[in-house]
Nanobody, 127 residues
């Protein structure tokens, strides 16, 4: 079992920035971590994935060029730096880690049988 705790969510104006954190109890033996978001009435959307073996990342089209995933190995923490925020970025943001499955696509990680999830942190962007 892995515990994930997201933090850093806040209310900001459009064009602003936020950095979210995801502290994991342990990531040893895991293959990847990811950020997702879900707005009211919408499906959960994959933002990006980081492959833990080499730190490589991939992003969804809606955030590419604005959001950046990074990590602090010593703290078992994943970050999401969000710049040039837009009102449509308003959502609950979640992080996830694979259950040692090696399945690191967004479509795999969104499934609870493949991943552990945190409780989420709210981001609200006003125009």
């Amino acid at each position: 079992q892995v515990q994930l705790v997201e933090s850093g969510g806040n209310s900001v104006q459009a064009g602003g920035s936020l950095r979210l954190s995801c502290a994991a109890s342990i990531i040893y033996g895991r293959y990847c971590m990811a950020w997702f978001r879900q707005a009211p009435g919408k499906e959960r959307e994959g933002i990006g994935v980081m492959y833990l073996i080499d730190g490589s990342t991939g992003y969804g089209d809606s955030v590419k060029g604005r959001f950046t995933i990074s990590r602090d190995n010593a703290k078992n923490t994943l970050y999401l730096q969000m710049n040039s925020l837009k009102p449509e970025d308003t959502a609950m943001y979640y992080c996830a880690v694979d259950k040692r499955t090696g399945l690191c696509s967004v479509s795999a990680l969104v499934r609870l049988d493949n991943s552990y999830w945190g409780q989420g942190t709210q981001v609200t962007v006003s125009s």
